[in-house]
């Protein structure tokens, strides 16, 4: 497989985004292993530019969505229209048929319509009026977040938060590179000038490339350890899942193609185990009022767990 041509797409898209390698790196992992990812970050720091990047350098289509407290499930997956001339309801496609979906401010809008992205995101699929549509493969949806403490949000249901295999902030840029943000985008917008490095159907041959990427048994016992280890900290209410097993799994997988290995390090594990599974995790009401987030607890309980000899 050309698992070469993630770094390609990597380059190309740091040719837009400045000095946001590690987290362009994360949303190929997350392409890779047939995900999603949830960006929670303040609004300005580029989420949607980094989404519009890395689809136009994928040569896929590409649509947005601003969640408002009135969007209706509808406005994203699409309704049916009465055609009078033809006597019978056609159905108009919603922005969620798309190989790239970007979900901006999610929690902006009522549990309602953030649940409407749900039967897309694990199925791919839609159902309107009891008929199904298949969406485009593939399928990636990048949802953004405002914190929690702004005003104006709604809290994701947990259900939802577990659909997304990886959470990441973009942070802020140091002053070196604000300073080369503002000489690139001085006198032209590089997107626009951004060529395609891949194709869709590339991309679905590197996912299903990804699924043979060898798991040692040492290195599957590694990732169940850390997951357990969730479901029995004193400090959390809620564990991770086995979906979280199953993503840590998926996710190591595309990390180890992502650098041109055909086998899973437990350091490719170990480095993902934040952004694949804090999101997953629910703290215990006395642990959320001492200012405890999910980040700290799990990077305790990695910090624990013995590190397994690498096996290719």
Do not use: W
């Not at 008929?131 to 104006?152: C, D, R, S, W």
């Not at 604000?178 to 590197?206: G, H, N, Y």
């Amino acid at each position: 497989m050309r698992f070469d041509l993630c770094k390609k797409i990597v380059e190309n898209v740091s040719h837009v985004i400045v000095g946001k390698e590690h987290s362009i790196e994360l949303l190929l992992v997350a392409l890779l292993a047939d995900g999603h990812v949830l960006i929670e970050d303040i609004p300005g720091l580029g989420k949607t530019l980094i989404a519009k990047s890395l689809a136009r350098s994928i040569g896929a289509s590409f649509k947005r969505v601003q969640f408002t407290p009135d969007l209706l499930p509808a406005d994203i997956t699409g309704f049916n229209v009465y055609n009078q001339h033809a006597g019978l309801f056609t159905f108009q496609p919603g922005p969620v048929m798309t190989n790239v979906l970007v979900a901006d401010e999610i929690n902006r809008t009522i549990p309602r319509t953030q649940s409407s992205l749900l039967e897309s995101m694990e199925e791919r699929q839609v159902t309107v009026d009891g008929k199904t549509y298949m969406l485009p493969h593939p399928f990636f949806v990048m949802a953004t977040q405002n914190p929690i403490e702004l005003e104006g949000t709604f809290p994701l249901p947990e259900a939802q938060l577990d659909r997304f295999l990886l959470r990441i902030r973009l942070g802020y840029p140091d002053q070196a590179e604000e300073i080369a943000i503002l000489e690139r985008f001085q006198e032209k917008d590089p997107l626009r000038e951004l060529e395609p490095v891949a194709t869709p159907e590339q991309i679905s041959e590197l996912q299903d490339g990804r699924k043979r990427i060898r798991v040692a048994q040492p290195v599957r016992e590694y990732i169940t350890s850390i997951v357990s280890a969730t479901r029995n900290s004193p400090s959390l209410r809620l564990g991770a899942s086995p979906r979280g097993s199953l993503g840590l799994m998926r996710a190591g997988q595309a990390l180890a193609a992502l650098h041109g290995r055909e086998y899973v390090l437990p350091d490719d594990v170990k480095s993902l185990a934040i952004p694949v599974l804090a999101h997953r995790l629910i703290l215990k009401e006395q642990e959320r009022l001492r200012g405890e987030i999910q980040e700290h607890l799990l990077e305790e309980i990695v910090h624990r767990i013995p590190v397994p000899a690498p096996v290719e």
